[in-house]
């Protein structure tokens, strides 16, 4: 009557702790947001394991059956298609859920994309604020104006489709000076961090067509 929230790689297969991989190995079930991915990983780990879906659509039957489950007294882990469970990835409703039941949640470290980023960014990293993926259409401006007066440094996720729109955004309403880092496809063959001024990394990716997926990193 566990539910672990296990960290998984952003990348990298590597990047998973031993303990991470006991879990897996040990609790009854695990709930993936796809199952077809996870198997990869699991796969890669010689781990074999009853897999049951658990992703953004899943509504209330799915979160009740994982929950009739863990109080038969069956533990599950919980994992995502990468990185950590809840940042910018379903869990929360499940463990909302589970902890109403008295059921006990147990989290397991490790990747995340936002601090993986973070760390190499050169900007301060004593007090940021993390914003998950921003609003797609309403709300952006406001938000974007918002920068303006933020001392934290700002993290967020963006989609290759709409890194340029978000820079060009960015240079508009807050100016091209304020210090930024772009990292790209981190723990992989291809990663990478482009450093500079919102006018850097802007020009930058007016060069070629943005590929793979991407953190942003915003000074004051
Ligand atoms: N749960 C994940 C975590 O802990 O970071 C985040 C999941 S969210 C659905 C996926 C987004 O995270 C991607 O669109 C991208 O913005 C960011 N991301 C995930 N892996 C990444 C990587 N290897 N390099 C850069 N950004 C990544």
Same mark, same amino acid.
């Given at each position: 009557?566990?539910?672990?929230?296990?960290?998984?790689?952003?990348?990298?297969?590597?990047?998973?702790? *031993?303990?991470?991989?006991?879990?897996?190995?040990?609790?009854?079930?695990?709930?993936?947001?796809?199952?077809?991915?996870?198997? %990869?990983?699991?796969?890669?780990?010689?781990?074999?394991?009853?897999?049951?879906?658990?992703?953004?659509?899943?509504?209330?039957?799915?979160?009740?059956?994982?929950?009739?489950?863990?109080?038969?007294?069956?533990?599950?882990?919980? %994992?995502?298609?990468?990185?950590?469970?809840? %940042?910018?990835?379903?869990?929360?409703?499940?463990?909302?859920?589970?902890?109403?039941?008295?059921?006990?949640?147990?989290?397991?470290?490790?990747?995340?994309?936002?601090?993986?980023?973070?760390?190499?960014?050169?900007?301060?990293?004593? +007090?940021?604020?993390? *914003?998950?993926?921003l609003p797609?259409k309403?709300g952006r401006q406001t938000l974007f104006e918002s920068f303006k007066d933020e001392?934290?440094?700002i993290?967020f996720?963006e989609?290759?489709?709409r890194i340029q729109k978000t820079l060009n955004q960015m240079e508009e309403i807050l100016g091209g000076d304020r210090?930024m880092?772009v990292? +790209?496809?981190?723990?992989?063959?291809?990663?990478?961090?482009? +450093?500079?001024t919102v006018s850097d990394v802007k020009s930058e990716f007016e060069?070629?067509?943005?590929?793979?997926?991407?953190?942003v990193?915003l000074?004051?």
């Amino acid at each position: 009557m566990k539910l672990y929230i296990v960290s998984t790689p952003i990348g990298n297969l590597q990047d998973i702790t *031993l303990r991470a991989l006991q879990t897996l190995k040990e609790v009854d079930f695990i709930a993936a947001e796809d199952t077809r991915h996870s198997l %990869i990983l699991l796969k890669k780990y010689d781990i074999q394991k009853k897999l049951l879906s658990y992703h953004s659509h899943s509504g209330q039957m799915k979160l009740e059956k994982i929950v009739g489950l863990l109080k038969d007294g069956k533990t599950c882990a919980l %994992i995502s298609d990468a990185g950590t469970p809840g %940042i910018s990835d379903p869990a929360y409703s499940l463990i909302k859920e589970v902890l109403k039941e008295g059921i006990e949640v147990v989290p397991i470290p490790g990747a995340s994309a936002f601090l993986t980023a973070l760390v190499a960014s050169g900007l301060p990293m004593n +007090r940021f604020v993390y *914003l998950g993926f921003l609003p797609v259409k309403k709300g952006r401006q406001t938000l974007f104006e918002s920068f303006k007066d933020e001392k934290r440094t700002i993290v967020f996720y963006e989609s290759p489709h709409r890194i340029q729109k978000t820079l060009n955004q960015m240079e508009e309403i807050l100016g091209g000076d304020r210090k930024m880092v772009v990292a +790209r496809e981190l723990t992989k063959l291809h990663e990478e961090f482009v +450093r500079g001024t919102v006018s850097d990394v802007k020009s930058e990716f007016e060069k070629r067509k943005p590929k793979g997926e991407f953190v942003v990193i915003l000074g004051k």
